[in-house]
């Protein structure tokens, strides 16, 4: 069954440490897609990367990068020098190819704080 | 462009009423979804729709009803609000299937019902 874990219900680090929010998937299907979105306090979810089963070379993104880990079913997603506008809810999720519904599953996310 | 809009930011319903929410899009996109968040149960699908005049069960359909008469458009209706349905809804859009592409989520709907 298609599933997603966010084990880290929240996360408080100070600011400028690095942290890294896990999300750990289930799925039947070997074609499939995993995203990461973002919901700051003011709500709105804000997608984030997208990646396909096929390509598991690790993105970076300025401060934010990702580790997708097949033999693991893990995609992880790494802050570098966290700043306090970090501070958000973050969703991981995943979508299954072959037996594709053109619907996604959501993680239950990580809330992370970061102080000041 | 405004992207997605959502309509009411903020409802209070007494159980029994109804209300409908409204979702609209300027970006052409074909698909549109509606979620629901509660706490501790991240994004759970509701209904969802691949294009105009077409809608689908997600997750959590029961009590609600959606239409897409217009591509632009979604909406969720309450027929008869149920405190269980306390949440905040999210209406997200996407150019290819969501299952694919970059999901574009509108601000919220605050609904609760007493």
């Known amino acids: 069954a298609q599933k997603v874990t966010q084990a880290q219900t929240e996360i408080s680090v100070v600011e400028k440490e690095d942290v890294t929010l896990d999300c750990v998937y289930e799925t039947r299907d070997t074609t499939y897609y995993l995203f990461w979105y973002k919901q700051p306090p003011s709500g709105e979810l804000v997608f984030l990367i997208r990646?396909?089963?096929?390509?598991?070379q690790n993105e970076i993104s300025g401060r934010y990068s990702w580790n997708f880990q097949k033999s693991t079913s893990s995609f992880n997603f790494t802050i570098t020098a966290s700043q306090v506008v970090d501070s958000a809810v973050y969703f991981c999720a995943l979508s299954e190819a072959l037996y594709r519904d053109d619907k996604i599953i959501f993680g239950k996310g990580t809330r992370l704080h970061i102080l000041p | 462009n405004a992207g997605v809009t959502q309509t009411p930011k903020f409802r209070v319903l007494k159980t029994g009423q109804s209300m409908t929410l409204l979702c609209a899009q300027d970006m052409n996109h074909e698909y549109m979804y509606w979620y629901r968040q509660d706490p501790g149960m991240g994004l759970r699908l509701i209904h969802y729709s691949v294009g105009e005049g077409t809608t689908a069960k997600g997750e959590v359909p029961d009590g609600y009803n959606v239409s897409r008469l217009k591509k632009q458009n979604f909406l969720l209706g309450l027929e008869s609000a149920a405190p269980s349905q306390t949440s905040v809804y999210f209406c997200?859009?996407?150019?290819?299937?969501?299952?694919?592409?970059?999901?574009?989520f509108g601000p919220g709907t605050r609904l609760t019902v007493l």
């Open positions: 990646r396909n089963s096929f390509d598991e």
């Open positions: 997200a859009s996407s150019l290819l299937s969501g299952s694919m592409d970059e999901q574009f």
